[in-house]
T-cell receptor, first 114, second 111 residues
Framework: DTGVSQDPRHKITKRGQNVTFRCDPI?????LYWYRQTLGQGPEFLTY????????KSRLLSDRFSAERPKGSFSTLEIQRTEQGDSAMYLC????????????FGPGTRLLVL | AQSVTQLGSHVSVSEGALVLLRCNYS??????LFWYVQYPNQGLQLLLK??????LVKGINGFEAEFKKSETSFHLTKPSAHMSDAAEYFC?????????FGQGTRLTINP
């Protein structure tokens, strides 16, 4: 049973560019989450999917951010027109729907916007 | 809304000493509580979770936490610290379907 994987692990981009991150959840997990973690802070929820449906989005998720999970398996998170304030670690987690479910995290994608 | 507060952004203990990391929660419903550990440049690894069964929860790597409703606390302990325990520790509460995390506590182990 492989864990949650994320690609790329690191991304450096210039302000104004678009970036896309990918997350592959644990294979049988039907829920997938995105969080953002800035330096010295705990992760903050961005959005989550149940199968291919995006069920909740945080107010942190501005209209420059879009997430998809087209076939209910992997997910992508795109940031358009990146800003320096977008520099953070982007974490993906997955879980199996049910009571007392546990979220398992991937290694994260560290984004640096210059 | 659910929230957690971790008391102490940085805790330093000697190798072999007791580790105590503090977490207080606020929740309008019976909470599901979690402790995660994060090593540098890595994702979060689950240490343990409380889901309204036993109030004393045992986790991996010798850690345990006790749920105290009267004190709204879920402190993490380990009897004897090891150098490999040096990391960032996060307490979290389930809010709806999402996790709400505390600010984290950085644990340093002195030889």
């Amino acid at each position: 049973d492989t864990g949650v994987s994320q690609d790329p692990r690191h991304k450096i981009t210039k302000r104004g560019q678009n970036v896309t991150f990918r997350c592959d959840p644990i294979s049988e997990h039907n829920r997938l989450y995105w969080y953002r973690q800035t330096l010295g802070q705990g992760p903050e929820f961005l959005t989550y999917f149940q199968n291919e449906a995006q069920l909740e989005k945080s107010r942190l998720l501005s209209d420059r951010f879009s997430a998809e999970r087209p076939k209910g398996s992997f997910s992508t998170l795109e940031i358009q027109r990146t800003e320096q304030g977008d520099s953070a670690m982007y974490l993906c987690a997955s879980s199996l729907m049910g009571t007392q479910e546990t979220q398992y995290f991937g290694p994260g994608t560290r984004l640096l916007v210059l | 809304a659910q929230s957690v507060t971790q008391l102490g952004s940085h805790v330093s203990v000697s190798e072999g000493a007791l580790v105590l990391l503090r977490c207080n929660y606020s929740s309008s419903v019976p909470p599901y509580l979690f402790w995660y550990v994060q090593y540098p440049n890595q994702g979060l690894q689950l240490l343990l979770k409380y889901t309204s069964a036993a109030t004393l929860v045992k986790g991996i790597n010798g850690f345990e936490a006790e749920f105290k409703k009267s004190e709204t606390s879920f402190h993490l302990t380990k009897p004897s610290a090891h150098m490999s325990d040096a990391a960032e520790y996060f307490c979290a509460v389930m809010g709806g379907q999402k996790l709400v995390f505390g600010q984290g506590t950085r644990l340093t182990i002195n030889p």
